[in-house]
C-alpha cells in the first residue's frame, strides 16, 4: 500500500461510503481534513455500575456478557436494528444500534467487555442506545483470568473520550472509529516548525500531538497536545499575517503628494477645529498616502468620532494630482448620507471642482449612466456607492484610494474587485466597532490600526436606561412621558424594532402611549382574561400604533427598513433630516452613520434581541448636536439571563472599546470569528481569542522573530508551504 501523508485523500482509506459522508458534512478531503477536525470535548466513561443499579437518565460503565443478539427491520422507517441484551451475573441490560450490521461480528454471545452510555427506558425496559464499549480478547476462564478482566474494565473506564463536532449523518463515534483507521496507517508526519520554537516552546512533535489529541490515554495526553496545537496554530497564523502585511508592503504604488492646495482649503472652511486623534490619525494616513507602497490601515473609532472626515481629508490629498477614491457603503441608507454630508463639508465651489458622484443598485438609470461616465472619464474624483461600486460596467480613471466603510459588512473578495479597478490603490478600512486587540491581531494582523477616542467638542454624550417591561411600570410611564415633552420641545426621535412586520398588533403598546382609555378600549376588544404573550415589535405596527395615537397628533410618523426602495429611503432620511419628520420608527438600517443633530432620544424596543456592539452603534444615532442624548432600551429578560446582562453593560458605559471587551467575554467561543467546524473551515480550529489572548501575542513575536531572520522562510519549505495554504484562511476570517 502506497504510504498515507496528511495529502492523501480519504476515500480509499476509511471507505468510500464513510468518505463521502464526511465530505458532505464538513468537506473532508483528505487525511489533514480529518486529523484536524479536533474533539470538541473529552468524557470518561466513569466508574463501574452493578446492572441493577441503574438510574436512568445518566452515563454509566458496566462490565457485562452478551447473552443474545438479534437483527431486526425497523417498521417505521428503513433500516435495521441490532438488539443485544448483556448481563453481568445480577441484571440484565438492552443494546442497540441503528443500521449497522457489523456489529453482528464483534457482539457474538459469551462475549465479555466494557459497555459505555446514557441509560434509557423503552416499553419498561431498560437500555444503552449507540453506547462505546471495548470487548476482552479471550475469556479467560483459567484462575485469576477475571480479575484481570475487571482490572483492564476499570482501566478502559478511565480513558478519556473523545467527543467531536458531528451531525445526524456523521457522529461523533463515526468519526472517532474513521481516525482511529487513519492513525493506524499514517507514516510519521514531518514537523514544520523550526526545531529551535518546538524545543523553547516545549512543544510536543507535530505527529505526536496530532495522535494524542485523538487517542489519548490518560488527561495529560489531550491536554498537552492541545497546548501544543494551540501554539502551532497561533503561530502558523500570525507567520502567515505578517508575512502577508510584508509582501502587500513590497507592492508599488503611485504616491500621493501630502498639503495640497484642495486640502488646504477644505481645512481653512471647518468652524473647528480637529480632535488630536484626527489629528494623528490623519498625519500618519497623509504618510501612508505618500509612500511608494500601498497603504492598508484600519481606522477604527467611536460612534461619532469623526472618522469620515479623517477619510475625507484623505479623498482630497488622493485629489489633488487628478487621482480617484471610492468610498464604499453597506447600505444605500449610509452611500446617500455619506453623499449629501461630503457635499455639504466640501461646500459647493470644492464639490464641483473635486466632482462627488453617487452609484447604488437603484438609481435610475440615467442618473446611472452620467455617473459612469464622470469616473471613466476622471471628472468625478470621489466615488459613493454600494455593492454598484463592484460591478463590472464600472471603469476608474485613476483609483489611488479605496475606503471600505464599516468594512466587517464586506467579504475580501468584495474589496478586492473593488481595488481591482486601480493600480495598487491605497486602502483604509473604517469601522465604528471598536475591535479588541486580541481580534485584530487574529483577523487583521496584515493591516496597520489607527484608532479614535475622542469625541468632537460639543457633543453632550448619551445617557443609556434599561427600561423593563414587567419590573419597572413607572419608568416606562416616564418614558412616554419624555417622549412627549421631546417632541413638544421640537426634538426628534427614533424608534428601533427588531422586525419589519408581523400580523397581529400590540395591544401593550396601545395602551401604554395613550393611557386608561386606550387600554379600556383593548381589553373591551380582548375578551379573554389572560393577555397573550406580547408579539416581537417591528415596524409597521409601531408606526401604526403612535400615528393613532391621540397625544401625538401633528407629529409626523414614519416608518423606514433595508428592503424599502432606495427613493422612498431617501426620502425619508431627507424629511427626517430636515426637521419635518418627528418620529422615525426603523430597524438597524439607522445603525451606522446617519447623523440628525436635532434627534435626542432613541427607544429600542425588544432591546434584549440586539448585540452590545449592535446597541452601542444604534444609540451612537442620537446626542450628535447641542442638546444631550437620551437611549432607552425596553426588555422582558428575565433577572439574571445574558440578555439582561448585555444591556446593564451597554447602560453602565459609553466606552465603545470598554463594551468591545465585555461582548468578547459573553460570547465566549461564540462567532467572534466564528468557531463552527461544520461546513468546511471556516474560521479558527482550537484557537479562541475570548481565552487564549496572551498566546496569541507571544506567538506574533515568535513569528515576527522568525521572519526577520528569514523572511521567505528559505530554510523551512514545509512551513512556507503551509503558510501559503493560510492564505484563504485569513480571507476568511477577515469575512467573519
Given amino acids: ?221 489531550w491536554q498537552q497536545a492541545r497546548q501544543s496545537l494551540l501554539f502551532r496554530e497561533a503561530f502558523e497564523l500570525q507567520l502567515a499575517l505578517l508575512d502577508r502585511r510584508r509582501r502587500v508592503g513590497l507592492a508599488p504604488a503611485m504616491p500621493r503628494e501630502k498639503d495640497g492646495e484642495l486640502l488646504t482649503r477644505f481645512d481653512g472652511t471647518l468652524p473647528f477645529t480637529l480632535t488630536g486623534d484626527q489629528q494623528r490619525a490623519g498625519e500618519t494616513i497623509a504618510n501612508d498616502l505618500a509612500d511608494v507602497h500601498p497603504m492598508h490601515r484600519l481606522l477604527q473609532g467611536e460612534v461619532g468620532s469623526g472618522k469620515t472626515l479623517v477619510a475625507l481629508r484623505a479623498m482630497l490629498q488622493v485629489a489633488e494630482d487628478g487621482g480617484q477614491s471610492a468610498l464604499l457603503s453597506p447600505t444605500e441608507v449610509l452611500a446617500s448620507q455619506h453623499f449629501r454630508s461630503i457635499n455639504e463639508s466640501l461646500g459647493p465651489d470644492l464639490a464641483a471642482e473635486v466632482g462627488v458622484v453617487l452609484l447604488t443598485g437603484r438609481m435610475p438609470a440615467a442618473e446611472r449612466k452620467k455617473a459612469l461616465l464622470a469616473l471613466a472619464s476622471g471628472a468625478a474624483r470621489i466615488a459613493i456607492g454600494t455593492h454598484a461600486l463592484l460591478g463590472d460596467k464600472v471603469s476608474m480613471y485613476d483609483l489611488g484610494l479605496v475606503v471600505i466603510d464599516e468594512q466587517h459588512r464586506f467579504g475580501v473578495d468584495q474589496r478586492e474587485a473593488l481595488r481591482k479597478k486601480g493600480n495598487n490603490p491605497h486602502t483604509l478600512a473604517m469601522t465604528a466597532t471598536p475591535i479588541p486587540r486580541t481580534v485584530a491581531l487574529t483577523a487583521f494582523g496584515d493591516l496597520e490600526v489607527s484608532t479614535i477616542k475622542e469625541l468632537p467638542a460639543g457633543r453632550q454624550g448619551i445617557k443609556t436606561v434599561v427600561v423593563h417591561e414587567e419590573y419597572t411600570p413607572d419608568r416606562k410611564t416616564r418614558m412616554w412621558q419624555e417622549v412627549f415633552s421631546q417632541l413638544e420641545e421640537g426634538r426628534q426621535i427614533y424608534f428601533v424594532c427588531p422586525a419589519i412586520d408581523q400580523t397581529e398588533l400590540d395591544p401593550e403598546l396601545d395602551a401604554e402611549i395613550d393611557g386608561p382609555v386606550a387600554a379600556h378600549t383593548a381589553a373591551d376588544a380582548n375578551a379573554p382574561a389572560a393577555p397573550p404573550k406580547p408579539p416581537v415589535a417591528n415596524v409597521t405596527d409601531t408606526v401604526a400604533l403612535l400615528r393613532r395615537s391621540r397625544k401625538y397628533e401633528g407629529i409626523r410618523v414614519e416608518g423606514m427598513y433595508g428592503s424599502m426602495p432606495t427613493d422612498e429611503k431617501d426620502r425619508i432620511m431627507q424629511d427626517f433630516a430636515s426637521g419635518d419628520i418627528g418620529i422615525l420608527v426603523s430597524t438597524t438600517v439607522i445603525e451606522v452613520g446617519v447623523n440628525v443633530p436635532n434627534a435626542s432620544m432613541m427607544i429600542v424596543r425588544n432591546a434584549d434581541r440586539f448585540g452590545i456592539s449592535q446597541l452601542h452603534q444604534l444609540r451612537g444615532r442620537v446626542g450628535r448636536g447641542q442638546h444631550a442624548g437620551r437611549c432607552l432600551l425596553l426588555t422582558s429578560a428575565e433577572e439574571g439571563t445574558p440578555a439582561l446582562e448585555r444591556l446593564l453593560a451597554v447602560a453602565a458605559t459609553t466606552d465603545g472599546f470598554q463594551l468591545a471587551e465585555a461582548d468578547l467575554e459573553q460570547r465566549r467561543e461564540g462567532d467572534i470569528l466564528g468557531t463552527r467546524q461544520s461546513g468546511g473551515r471556516s474560521t479558527l480550529r482550537l484557537l479562541r481569542v475570548t481565552e487564549h489572548g496572551e498566546l496569541i501575542v507571544h506567538a506574533r513575536e515568535v513569528a515576527a522573530d522568525l521572519l526577520d531572520g528569514d523572511p521567505l522562510l528559505e530554510q523551512y519549505p514545509l512551513l512556507a508551504s503551509r503558510i501559503a495554504a493560510e492564505e484563504s484562511h485569513i480571507e476568511n476570517l477577515a469575512k467573519s
Fill in 1 to 221: 500500500m502506497e504510504n498515507v501523508t496528511l495529502e492523501t485523500p480519504l476515500v480509499g482509506i476509511i471507505g468510500d461510503r464513510t468518505a463521502t459522508v464526511l465530505e458532505r458534512a464538513f468537506e473532508m478531503h483528505t487525511v489533514e481534513d480529518l486529523l484536524m477536525h479536533f474533539p470538541r470535548r473529552y468524557s470518561k466513561r466513569g466508574e463501574l455500575s452493578p446492572l441493577k443499579e441503574l438510574p436512568i437518565g445518566e452515563h454509566i460503565t458496566v462490565v457485562a456478557e452478551v447473552l443474545e443478539v438479534r437483527e431486526r427491520r425497523m417498521q417505521r422507517r428503513n433500516g435495521s436494528l441490532i438488539e443485544a441484551r448483556i448481563t453481568d451475573g445480577e441484571g440484565f441490560l438492552t443494546i442497540t444500534f441503528f443500521n449497522q450490521k457489523w456489529r453482528l461480528k464483534d457482539l457474538q454471545a459469551r462475549r465479555r467487555g466494557v459497555f459505555s452510555g446514557k441509560v434509557s427506558e423503552y416499553r419498561g425496559a431498560l437500555q444503552l442506545q449507540q453506547p462505546d464499549y471495548e470487548l476482552f480478547e479471550h475469556r479467560d476462564d483459567a484462575p485469576g483470568g477475571e480479575a484481570l478482566s475487571e482490572a483492564a474494565a476499570k482501566a478502559w473506564s478511565q480513558v478519556p473520550v473523545p467527543l467531536y463536532p458531528a451531525t445526524g449523518q456523521a457522529q461523533s463515534w463515526a468519526i472517532h472509529r474513521a481516525i482511529g483507521v487513519v492513525l493506524d496507517q499514517l507514516d510519521p508526519v514531518p514537523d514544520p516548525l523550526p526545531m529551535y520554537v518546538v524545543a523553547t516552546e516545549g512543544l510536543m512533535s507535530f505527529d505526536q500531538a496530532l495522535r494524542l489529541v485523538h487517542q489519548p490515554e490518560v488527561d495529560e495526553h
